[in-house]
Antibody, heavy 123, light 107 residues
Framework: QVQLVQSGAEVKKPGASVKVSCKTS????????IDWVRQAPGQGLEWMGR????????KYAQKFQGRITMTRDTSTSTAHMEVRRLRSDDTAVYYC????????????????WGQGTQVIVSS | DIQMTQSPPSLSVSVGDRVTITCRAS??????LNWYQQKPGNAPNLLIY???SLQSGVPSRFSGSGSGAVFTLTISSLQPEDFAEYYC?????????FGGGTKVEIE
């Protein structure tokens, strides 16, 4: 079955960087975008950006431009996201999700999601 | 950015009740609207995509409707496992955005 398994929880100090991994299985990795979404404690969902695993082309939300980098390793079917210059308000659960779509349209949806990676930023 | 506004933010209901959650977009988004369910400590789970298509494996008591800028998620007869948070999401244009969520609680 399709699975996205994320790396474990991280605790970082302000100003540091964190790299979260999302290992996929059960489908053709290069056939579907991977998006990243975060959820701060008690808050809603915030889209961060996406990567095309085939080409490596990325699209980031403007809010995170310059501070995040999404990459992929096709040999291990794994997507990665690095967040730099961490602040306390980056404390959140970070999710990856596979993007499904009707070909040639923006009719897209996320399924499935990874289990989430807790990132705590604290001095 | 397209703003997504869900209402109500929370509701207290009983098992067997009919539940309707509304999601309004700040501009027209055609049918580019999805619904997710999230239980505490878990990742969101897809319920409805493209406004009204039921995801495989999701019970038929869930349904979605709407187009343009106003959408609804309906649970025809609430079951104990349906107590959760529900989010809408637009994919009409980047940045993709989510509604603020609706928490369905036991009355």
């Amino acid at each position: 079955q399709v699975q996205l398994v994320q790396s474990g929880a991280e605790v970082k100090k302000p100003g540091a960087s964190v790299k979260v991994s999302c290992k996929t299985s059960g489908y053709k990795f290069i056939g579907y975008y991977i998006d990243w979404v975060r959820q701060a404690p008690g808050q809603g969902l915030e889209w961060m950006g996406r990567i095309n695993p085939d080409s490596g082309v990325t699209k980031y939300a403007q809010k995170f431009q310059g501070r995040i980098t999404m990459t992929r390793d096709t040999s291990t079917s794994t997507a990665h996201m690095e967040v730099r210059r961490l602040r306390s308000d980056d404390t959140a659960v970070y999710y990856c999700a596979r993007v499904l779509s009707y070909i040639g349209t923006n009719l897209e949806w996320f399924d499935p999601w990874g289990q989430g990676t807790q990132v705590i930023v604290s001095s | 950015d397209i703003q997504m506004t869900q209402s109500p933010p929370s509701l207290s209901v009983s098992v067997g009740d009919r539940v309707t959650i509304t999601c309004r977009a700040s501009q027209t988004i055609s049918r580019y609207l999805n619904w997710y369910q999230q239980k505490p400590g878990n990742a969101p789970n897809l319920l409805i995509y493209a406004a009204s298509s039921l995801q495989s494996g999701v019970p038929s008591r869930f349904s979605g409707s709407g187009s343009g800028a106003v959408f609804t998620l309906t649970i025809s007869s609430l079951q104990p496992e349906d107590f959760a948070e529900y989010y809408c999401q637009q994919t009409y244009s980047a940045p993709l955005t989510f509604g603020g969520g609706t928490k369905v609680e036991i009355e």
